[in-house]
RNA sequence: GGCGUUUUGGCCGAGUGGCUAGGCAGAGGUCUGCAAAACCUCGUACAGCGGUUCGAAUCCGCUAGACGCCUCCA
């Protein structure tokens, strides 16, 4: 029988404030839609943290047994420079910078992020469909739109009419804002915006003649909107009303408040059962962002090439360290703290090594049922991984006081616990063995030690001890290499 | 200025109206030829003030700080 069946996950729902009991639309299966990175430069470890925790919700549903279809997007065009939606579009303002070809930006960045995802083992989405790719889907909603009397033209672009979608609908309903607050707050611009109301929203702009990133519309060339891709996107795949839609806490205004609007006009639905959003990594005090130059990169990380760092840390320790806060709260990153969280994910790994060097008892002392109900209870209350985390230290009590023979576990219990074990650490939480890797290197490390200890002995004449090691490595399939400069050796 | 979130012990970070987070660091102990590891025990917490309550770190109010959004942003 599939988990979900028996264990009933709640979703913290940002429409609804609380948490709420997840029910799909069609039982067992997950429509899920994540907002996914402007390729216009490298990915920095702010965004890696929203696509990870979205990474767990998409490892726990299917370790629930959902049929998950996940779609995260590439925007690779459409994201305006800054708002009055008078700027420049990202990418090619990028390209021009470089001196490149726009697409090229975009394909150095997409490979760039799929590069960083996968070291830090994020599982690929199910659909990752690109803005440029579904550009007539996106004209075909603004003509929907305009159809619908809830957009206008103006010399060439096209703008969401939101004061009169207000009228009827409440646009800030997720974002909890009332329009008519922002009206009254709104700076005045210079006075030069085509918008009726400063409020309003691009669907379609007009590409100047030096922009070169642009598509023919009814409306003249341009290039669409960056709220509208989403929209065609999530909605093409997913459907009208999907499950869940997932993106940063920034994203929650204005974009997803302008999806919600926009399909709700073209659609007369609510495109989202479940709204999630992640929260923010914090450097210096300040959340990440490549605007302001506050950022790390990941590959930095993995180095140490960075300052505040004291050495480099694998994916893993970083994800862990990332892991143990809840996706919902703000996390500062720190050096001392992924300190910490390495050395605990160490611990972690170590007992997870040592699983195989346990004794089976007849019967079990501790309760290995309840234990791993309380792993499940921990990921069903929205996910909660640093909860889940605290378990399996738990369960690494259980293992070393097991090899100590202070408790005794079952044939039967065994198997759960380490099944239970290797399925949180490895499929839900994502977290890799780096231990091969490490004994790999150790294991050089103790033959370069035993060739400097026999260098020794030949510079003693101890010839017979030279040859014992030499001869004992060679039984173990490693061969010694005596050449001019210096000893090499390798491993059959 | 508006809206929202948040403030937990040396550090990072969960959580709940009455009982335990967890990790890292620290102290003592067991074990050990010594050490390490492991195990056991321990400490200093819930921003401040007031209220509700038999009881609040947990609910409410005020004050202070921080952060996020209000402009592209994961």
């Known amino acids: 029988m599939e988990l979900y069946k028996t264990n009933q996950l709640k979703i913290y729902n940002s429409l609804s404030k609380s948490k709420e009991i997840f029910k799909p639309i069609v039982e067992g299966n997950v429509g899920m839609y994540v907002c996914g990175p402007t390729v216009y430069s490298n990915v920095h470890l702010g965004n890696v943290r929203t696509f990870m925790s979205f990474d767990l919700v998409f490892r726990y549903l299917k370790q629930l047994g959902f049929k998950v279809r996940y779609v995260r997007n590439i925007t690779d065009a459409g ?19 470089e001196k490149i070809e726009p697409m090229e930006v975009v394909q ?18 199910s659909i990752e469909p690109t803005a440029t790719g579904h550009i007539v889907e996106q004209i075909e909603i603004i003509k929907d739109i305009l159809a619908k009397g809830m957009a206008y033209e103006v010399n060439g672009s096209v703008y969401f009419d939101v004061l009169k979608y207000n009228e009827t609908e409440h646009y800030g309903i997720l974002s909890g804002r009332n ?18 109301n400063p409020q309003d929203f691009a ?6 003649e030096k922009h070169i990133m642009r598509w023919p519309s009814p409306w003249g060339e341009g290039f669409p909107g960056w709220h509208l891709e989403c929209t065609a996107m999530s909605t093409k795949y997913l459907g009208e009303t999907f499950d869940i839609h997932g993106g940063g806490m920034d994203l929650k205004f204005p974009h997803h408040e302008c999806e919600i609007a926009q399909s709700k006009v073209k659609n007369k639905v609510n495109p989202v059962n479940y709204w999630m959003h992640a929260n923010m990594l914090i450097l210096n005090g300040q959340k990440m962002a490549k605007s302001t130059g506050n950022y790390i990169l990941p590959n930095e990380i993995f180095t140490g090439e960075n300052k505040i760092l004291s050495k480099a840390f694998s994916p893993s320790a970083t994800r862990f360290f990332m892991m143990q806060a809840h996706y919902r709260s703000v996390l500062d990153f720190s050096n001392d703290a992924l300190e910490a969280a390495e050395k605990g994910y160490m611990k972690l790994m170590e007992a997870l090594n040592n699983l195989e060097n346990i004794e089976l008892g007849l019967v079990s002392s501790i309760n290995i049922g309840e234990w791993k109900q309380r792993c499940y209870d921990a990921m069903n209350d929205d996910f909660n991984s640093p909860v889940l985390i605290a378990n399996l230290f738990e369960a690494v009590k259980y293992v070393n006081l097991l090899l100590e023979k202070k408790e005794t576990i079952s044939a039967a219990d065994f198997e759960t616990l380490k099944n239970t074990m290797n399925i949180f650490v490895y499929d839900v939480l994502g977290l890799q063995n780096n231990s091969e890797e490490n004994a790999c290197d150790k294991l050089n490390g103790v033959v370069e030690m035993l060739i400097k200890m026999r260098k020794e002995a030949r510079d003693n004449r101890d010839w017979a001890l030279s040859d014992k090691i030499r001869d004992e490595l060679a039984v173990l399939g490693i061969q010694l290499k005596d050449g001019k400069e210096g000893t090499t050796f390798s491993v059959n």
Do not use: C, M
């Open 108 to 125: 150095r960045y997409t490979v760039d992020f799929h590069e960083t995802l996968q070291k830090i083992n994020n599982l690929p989405p």
């Open 79 to 97: 994201h305006l420079e800054n708002d009055a939606d008078e700027g420049e579009d990202r990418i090619a303002k990028k390209a021009r910078i």
């Open 179 to 196: 329009i008519e607050d922002s009206v009254h707050n709104t700076r005045e611009l210079d006075g030069q915006s085509e918008k009726k």
């Open 203 to 208: 669907l379609w702009k007009r590409a100047e």
